[in-house]
């Protein structure tokens, strides 16, 4: 007989796992306790010790789906003769610890329920359990507690509550618990008429059928829906959101639906099906899909229901449909009726709403596999907020991160945690969201900032923001900040010396000009720039950024290379010859677009990455030439690259042809270098999100560690990681 004390920390709070331990001691015939503490959960068992080791065993391997263990310490101590197992109420209960978690898709077990006749929660379209159902986007405050929720407002009925009380039920303590005689309720709004009768889900999908756009409240926010084999309504979409070509993300009744219109490979399947249920990218096929939903690219993504109001509506369809963020341009996705009928009344037919408030919002989670790992594009629902156990002392500190695609990190109390996609800070909308972010973590959890850590950008709002809060601020160049982000996400130790590849679009350099082409060799607070590509002059600037054919004008200009293909740009040379608003850059993601001109002729692009995914979409594995550059006191010269490319346009398939040999030349490129370098390789920024060139380094670089995110996203959404590293790296040294 032994008595043992666990004390076991991770994302173990509201997750069921006090009902586990319970069910687990019942198992082993141990007496004792499990509780909730301020630092995690408390469990005393006691009895036969081999079962004790057994329980420890099954403990770590029989997890919940949510829960997870991130340190588990272990002491035996004096017997205490109880006579059962009981999950204690504990004294400090209200106190706020526990992680917050992202919003879960639908589990398996709610699934089966919904789809058997003979369950209470036949075709309920909110129904959930600890295992699954919506989080983040309804919690008001901490302890996650019903009271503290958006589901106040609706009190459990008996059976409901009898459920809720019960450890051995899936719905012990399952805060959103609800069911057709107490939950929230769903309303079809059409013109000035609302339905809630049973058959309203049945009716938007022959909307949809008939095709109408019209807007269905998701877990995370309002989704744009309409039928994806229909060219009309898309094309009403597009006109509408002033989006001509940016691909919408598609979703399928299931993986068997997928799969007409996709191909997937096993990880792409597992990705789909994973609990997150995100948006996955993957390779086109010839389908029923309208040409117009993904144009410009072989690849389309797919997601599959993450609620049960999904589940129910594809119950009345046979087609995928299109599921976009209702948003404008840079805004946040949006969460309320008024605000969907303001902005999109004109092009919905019906609005299909429920009465639960989305408290925070969150997009789509959005990933494409290389081979077995996972490559974010964007993390957010399913995903974010995400917690990271992080040994970094005992200070609290925010990250506000870049502008673009931005979110937020905290780290307090042993962790990082990582908001939700929030998008880009340009708009007031977004900067609003970005302040509220803050303001509800502030509340959760008692947080005071002993530091601020922002970008160098000194006219970035979250820059700007940082410095006027009357905090200590710390500001982290834009590139370091990237490769810190890479060593987190990698779990490497912060003062691994790397020799970090950074390229994106745009960010902030020491030097005033804009880098975004840089080899940095990192060691933790510490980085030298060792190589960058020659910078070149973006006329207009961000004018350039919109209108790429500028980019390839202004590199053919330095060359003194014939430019009588460009009409009308005699304003834009003498930008040129005179330094007038024409800011230095170095940034890769721009020479992309000055290739993709010369490659396809494209003068503008309507999206960011719009260039990288053009390219990308014209390469060719079997084209294994590449171009010339020339590496010289650490300045990487294309000048060679130029004009072999402009030779290059006179042959046959010269887009395929300048596309892949330009990706191919941008792995030769880092091979080379790193190979100068005994170090380690990290990557980050948003070039790495292309799927070919990550795969082609992979095949290149085998005789060091190549380093890149997995958890993290390689854009700017992780930046706010990489400066809260920068922060805890300050505290340690
Ligand atoms: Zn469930
Ligand atoms: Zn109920
Ligand atoms: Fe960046």
């Not at 004018?543 to 200009?557: C, D, E, G, P, W």
């Not at 690259?641 to 880092?670: G, Q, W």
Request: hydrophobic share 35%.
């Amino acid at each position: 007989m032994k008595r043992a004390n666990l004390h076991i920390k991770g994302l173990v709070q509201g997750v069921g796992f006090r009902p586990f331990v319970y069910t687990l001691a019942l198992k082993y015939d141990l007496k004792g306790f499990v509780a909730n503490s301020t630092k995690g959960v408390h469990v005393e068992i006691e009895g036969d010790d081999s079962k004790i080791k057994s329980f420890i065993c099954d403990l770590k391997q029989f997890l919940p789906p949510l829960a997870r263990i991130d340190k588990l310490d272990v002491v035996y101590v004096e017997l205490k003769n109880d006579e059962k197992f009981t999950i204690k109420k504990s004294e400090n209960e209200d106190t706020k610890s526990g992680a917050i978690l992202p919003d879960q898709a639908i589990c398996e077990d709610c699934l089966k329920e919904l789809k058997d006749e003979t369950n209470r929660r036949f075709e309920y379209p909110f129904i959930n359990c600890t295992n699954c159902g919506p989080r983040y986007s309804i919690i008001k405050d901490i302890p996650y507690d019903r009271p503290y929720t958006s589901m106040a407002k609706f009190p459990m009925c008996e059976e409901c509550k009898k459920e809720y009380e019960n450890p051995l039920d899936r719905r012990y303590h399952a805060q959103p618990i609800s069911c057709k005689n107490c939950g929230p309720v769903l309303s079809l709004h059409v013109k000035n008429e609302v339905f809630f009768d049973e058959n309203i889900i049945q009716k938007t999908a022959k909307l949809i059928k008939n095709g109408e756009i019209v807007a269905i409240k998701g877990v995370g926010g309002f989704h744009l829906i309409c039928d994806a084999t229909q060219d009309e309504p898309i094309k009403r979409l597009r006109d509408f959101k002033a989006r001509p070509f940016k691909p919408f993300a598609v979703m399928t009744k299931d993986l068997e639906m997928a799969k007409e219109c996709v191909l997937v490979n096993s990880h792409e399947e597992n990705a789909l099906n994973s609990i997150e249920k995100p948006i996955v990218l993957v390779e086109k096929k010839d389908s029923n899909i309208s040409h117009l939903v993904a144009p410009h690219t072989q690849r389309l993504g797919i997601f599959l229901p993450n609620t049960p109001l999904h589940v129910i509506l594809f119950n009345f369809l046979s087609s995928p449909i299109i599921a976009t963020s209702a948003n404008l341009k840079s805004e946040p996705i949006i969460t309320k009726k008024e605000d969907l009928d303001e902005k999109f009344g004109e092009i919905v037919s019906a609005v299909l709403d429920y009465d639960r408030e989305i408290l925070h919002p969150c997009d789509d989670s959005v990933l494409q596999m290389v081979g077995e790992k996972r490559l974010f594009l964007r993390v957010s629902r399913g995903i974010a907020p995400l917690t990271l156990p992080f040994k970094g002392g005992e200070k609290t500190l925010l990250a506000v991160g870049a502008t673009q695609k931005n979110a937020i990190a905290f780290y307090f109390d042993g962790k990082i945690v990582l908001s939700p996609y929030l998008g880009s800070m340009e708009t007031l909308k977004t900067f609003e969201l970005f302040k509220n972010t803050i303001a509800s973590w502030k509340r959760f959890y008692g947080l005071k900032f002993d530091e601020i850590i922002h970008d160098k950008h000194p006219t970035y709002a979250t820059t700007k923001w940082a410095k006027s809060q009357n905090i200590k601020t710390i500001s982290v160049n834009h590139y370091h900040a990237h490769i810190l982000a890479t060593l987190i996400d990698r779990n490497l130790p912060l003062n691994t010396e790397v020799l970090g590849v950074a390229w994106d679009g745009t960010g902030y350099g020491d030097d005033g000009t804009i880098w975004g082409g840089e080899f940095l060799h990192v060691k933790g607070r510490e980085y030298k720039r060792v190589a960058h590509f020659k910078p070149f002059k973006l006329l207009g600037g961000e004018k350039s950024i919109k209108h790429i054919y500028r980019i390839a004008f202004s590199m053919l200009l330095d060359i003194n290379e014939d430019v009588s293909e460009f009409e009308g740009v005699e304003l834009l040379s003498q930008m040129h010859k005179k330094n007038i608003n024409a800011p230095l850059c170095s940034s890769v993601g721009r020479l992309f677009d000055a290739v993709c001109y010369l490659a396809t002729g494209l003068k503008e692009v309507s999206y960011d990455g719009e260039s990288g995914l053009l390219l990308e979409s014209l390469y060719d594995e079997n084209i294994e030439e590449f171009y010339t550059l020339h590496v010289k006191n650490g300045v990487i010269n294309y000048d060679n690259m130029l004009r072999e490319i402009l030779k290059d346009r006179k042959l046959k398939n010269s887009d395929t042809l300048i596309a892949s040999k330009f990706i191919n030349t941008l792995a030769k490129i880092i091979t080379t270098i790193v190979n100068k370098h005994n170090l380690p390789i990290a990557l980050g920024g948003g070039v790495f999100q292309n799927k070919t060139l990550l795969l082609k380094l992979e095949k290149q670089i085998t005789s060091k560690p190549l380093h890149f995110p997995q958890t993290l996203t390689p854009n700017d959404g992780s930046v706010c990681v990489g400066q809260l590293a920068f922060g805890l790296l300050k505290d340690n040294t």
